[in-house]
Nanobody, 125 residues
């Protein structure tokens, strides 16, 4: 049974940083690309970032993250991270990690098979 468990969310002020983590179990982590998505109240879920199974290639939603976010992974720990810097109120959302089929690197939400429960990030003064 595949499980993805996010952590690291919270309430921060504008300009602050947060690092999200997602621990995976029930799958051969090193064969799965991983992605981060987010959903703000009243909006559709959107792609944030993804990383290949090796960690050597990444993709970002440049319109929304504009070089502020960095995705990385540690295959020895079955964990994918999202470092978020210079946070602003528009980043307020529930953040989800997700996994597509093995050896598939994609930014399309419908391609992802497994999802975590999400972690809330709130940016407010």
């Amino acid at each position: 049974q595949v499980q993805l468990v996010e952590s690291g969310g919270g309430l921060v002020q504008p300009g602050a940083s947060l690092k999200l983590s997602c621990v995976a179990s029930g799958l051969t982590f090193s064969t799965y690309a991983m992605g981060w998505f987010r959903q703000a109240p009243g909006k559709e879920r959107e792609f944030v970032a993804s990383v290949t199974w090796s960690g050597l290639r990444t993709s970002y939603n440049t319109d929304s993250v504009k070089g502020r976010f960095t995705i990385a992974r540690d295959n020895a720990k079955n964990t994918v991270y999202l470092q978020m810097n210079s946070l602003n109120p528009e980043d307020t959302a529930v953040y989800y990690c997700a996994a597509p089929p093995p050896f598939r690197f994609t930014t399309t939400i419908s391609d992802y098979d497994y999802w975590g429960q999400g972690t809330q990030v709130t940016v407010s003064s």
